[in-house]
């Protein structure tokens, strides 16, 4: 098995040392390994572009943002793999993949392949959400030198920052051809958010559809309601948070403002207008022999 390992020296403050044990490891199970280091933003998905041959596997070393850009580079049925050595690795949580080396590499090897639907922003793919609004000026207010001391902690102190912003833009959403306006919201792909919360007991990465939470009531008071709700895995049961399953969005700021942000897979991703869908064509990545934990509904 020839396994191309795209590597992000940046992602979790540097994890070298992993990188060499996980290597090894797949070496180990008889793997032929070539190693890339990324140099900066967009260079992963520019590196593997440019390839004609990209082996069996791409593993994405790093977190959900170079993931994402391995996503945005890969060719189609060739497999992508994981290890994730990030801040939040949320879409390591959502496939329960494991974090030491040695486990990492055995499900390159020998796991099977989950076939995985991704969504489509403008024209980057995204696995896991994009947000708009709040969630969006969050990503694009964390101090990135607190964050590489820090950790997530850096969300915290963004998020903190935000919070009084919080109402005073509104957004228009046509969602499957139906309008919906909102204060926020976090087309999602998964299930998972920050970490181990459960943001949406809807949203399926196997599923060709995306869950639109749109954020309806403004204040700050409603705003720390949900955020409350998140770590009990509850913010779609609150009032003024509407969940719907969708495959078509399209979003643009009211108000005549400009330079409004948006996230993708907890990196910055442009400006509004933009259209959401999903993605033409599904993805394969590697996951572990036993089924996925169960979020709600039936496991994959
Ligand atoms: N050599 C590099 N130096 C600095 N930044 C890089 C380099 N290579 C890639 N990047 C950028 O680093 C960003 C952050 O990486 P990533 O999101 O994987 O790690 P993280 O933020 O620590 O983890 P997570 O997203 O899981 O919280 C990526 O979006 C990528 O554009």
Known sequence: MKVL??????????????????????????????????????????ALQARTDQGDVVVAVGGDGTTNEVLNGLQPEVPLGL?????????????????????????????????????????????????VGYDAWVVRGVNLAVKRVFGKLAYVQAMLQQVARYGQVRYRFVIDGREQLAYSAVIANASHYG???????????????????????????QLIKCLAALPFGLMESVAG??????????????????????????????????????????????VGRTPLPRVDGPAN
Not at 36 to 46: E, F, I, L, N, S
Not at 244 to 256: F, I, N, P, T, W
């Open 195 to 221: 970490g181990d919360f459960i943001l949406s007991r809807q949203a399926r990465l196997t599923a060709p559809t995306l869950q639109v939470l749109m954020f309806t009531r403004p204040g700050r008071w």
């Open 5 to 46: 390992v795209i590597y992000n020296p940046a992602a979790g403050g540097g994890r070298d040392a992993l990188l060499r044990r996980f290597v090894q490891a797949l070496q180990a199970r008889g793997a032929e390994v070539e190693t890339y280091h990324t140099t900066g933003p967009g260079d992963a998905t520019r």
């Open 83 to 131: 290890f994730a050595t990030g801040t939040a690795n949320v879409l390591a949580k959502e496939l329960a993949l494991p974090k030491h080396p040695e486990q990492a590499a055995e499900v390159v090897v020998n796991g099977r392949n989950l076939l995985v639907w991704p969504g489509q922003l403008n024209a980057q793919r995204f696995l896991m959400w994009v947000g």
């Open 241 to 286: 948070v509407v969940s719907v399953s969708a495959r078509d969005v399209q979003v643009e700021v009211l108000g005549g403002i400009t330079d409004e942000p948006l996230q993708a897979d907890g990196d910055p991703a442009g400006q509004l207008p933009a259209r959401v869908t999903v993605a033409e064509r599904p993805v394969l990545v590697r």
